[in-house]
């Protein structure tokens, strides 16, 4: 390829980035610069009850980049609720992104590290757990039952959970959550920009009857076989079969040595199983020649099912929420981004998470490696700490000891006094 060609090639690639970028419609981007909360509300939610937890604006305790910071929970056993306004849309006819990037430096036992997108108007001072919401998307982790990826939808009032299983990161390391809902109703949710999960919302919400129901007036019909075996008409019981005792004289039994008739009566040997019986005879069984499998009522429309061909929007969302509930605090979140376009949300990730979770592992591994080593020397200087008490503890025992030595050689000679002084009375005497 020659020089003109290689760079018309690039310049061809450069302008559908461009073009593909610029296209992208961005309704909320927070990277939480130093001006982060002139655009964030913190909600009073708790406040009266001292249980409201307070953000901390930082990178965390281990990072990529310093100066890349986001906001964390702080204080444990807490509840913590903000929320940031952007300008209302409609995801009609659009597709909708969802994406954050979330670090739980605290090891969390359990705690959501989700967010929440609201619609119409709100008051953000008292946004709470009560605050209806039309979209709940993130990770959510409680001891060793539930480590998974919220996705619920509100839909005519109602909120409706995904039915299929999305395992979520549960290191203590930053990860990014996508949620993808386009206008044909299907979806798809990645973590670290990998998909993780896909469908429709038919099939993995309940958000609609089903289409279809089992016919409730369908009777299974009268001849309809579903034995799969039936015993074989061939089969015949041997002869002699009903003759076997279920129980035998014991072969090895014999009568004991001390055993008298007059006083103990007619020695009788013990039963035992017998091993030749195997129960009442039962004919052995056979495929069913005849068997057309298990009835199931057929299936007929649903009169109550109705489509929704807007099933996918939310004609009004206006804020982005954060509420949770957290044992221990120290959830970092960063990076918010609401969208119409996934290649944008995909860059997104790369430029920011991806840039730098090498850089995070890195200092995270060197973090590990200081605690352990402050750890082990506590354990060293208390091992210190308990023998010199050991030694403290010898050296009285011993001292002790020999105070009582002390005292039994002078009760040792005060009797050998009053012992010869006895004697010389005695001889006296």
Not at 188 to 204: H, R
Request: net charge negative; with cysteine.
């Amino acid at each position: 390829m020659t020089m003109a060609g290689r760079r018309s090639l690039l310049y061809a690639v450069f302008l559908l980035l461009f073009v593909t970028f610029v296209s992208a419609e961005v309704f909320l981007e927070e990277r939480f610069d130093d001006s982060w909360e002139s655009r964030w509300v913190q909600s009073d939610w708790k406040k009266d009850e001292s249980l409201a937890g307070d953000w901390v604006h930082t990178a965390g305790k281990w990072n990529g980049d310093p100066n890349d910071k986001g906001i964390q929970t702080h204080t444990d056993y807490r509840f913590f609720a903000i929320s940031a306004a952007y300008p209302e849309f409609s995801n009609k006819d659009k597709t909708l992104v969802l994406q954050f990037s979330v670090k739980h430096e605290q090891k969390l036992d359990c705690g959501g590290g989700y967010v929440k997108l609201l619609s119409g108007e709100i008051d953000q001072k008292n946004f709470s757990g009560e605050t209806p919401y039309s979209i709940m998307f993130g990770p959510d982790i409680c001891g060793y039952s539930t480590k998974k990826v919220h996705a619920i939808l509100s839909y005519k009032g109602k909120n409706h959970p995904i039915k299929k299983d999305v395992p979520c990161e549960t290191d203590q390391l930053t990860h990014v959550y996508t949620f993808i809902l386009r206008p044909d109703a299907t979806y798809s949710i990645l973590v670290d920009n990998k998909d993780k999960q896909s469908g429709s919302l038919y099939k993995d919400w309940d958000l609609l009857p089903p289409k279809t129901i089992k016919d409730p007036d369908a009777k299974k019909p009268e001849d309809w076989d579903d034995k799969e075996y039936i015993p074989d008409p061939e089969d015949k019981k041997p002869e002699g079969y009903d003759d076997i005792p279920k129980e035998i004289t014991d072969p090895d039994a014999t009568k004991p040595e001390d055993w008298n008739d007059e006083e103990d009566g007619e020695w009788t040997a013990p039963t035992i199983a017998n091993p030749e019986y195997k129960g009442p005879w039962k004919p052995k069984k056979i495929k069913n020649p005849n068997y057309k499998g298990k009835w199931k009522a057929p299936l007929i429309d649903n009169p109550d099912f109705k489509d929704d061909p807007e099933l996918y929007v939310f004609p009004n969302l206006k804020y982005l929420g954060i509420e949770l509930w957290q044992v221990k605090s120290g959830t970092l979140f960063d990076n918010i981004l609401i969208s119409d376009d996934p290649e944008y949300a995909k860059k997104l990730a790369e430029e920011t998470w991806a840039k730098h979770k090498d850089a995070e592992k890195e200092a995270f591994d060197e973090a590990e490696k200081k605690k352990e080593e402050e750890e082990k020397e506590k354990e060293s200087d208390d091992d210190e700490e308990d023998t010199d008490k050991e030694e403290k503890s010898d050296d009285e025992d011993a001292e002790e000891l020999g105070d009582e030595r002390k005292e039994d050689k002078k009760e040792h000679e005060f009797d050998n006094e009053h012992k010869e002084e006895d004697k010389k009375e005695h001889d006296e005497l």
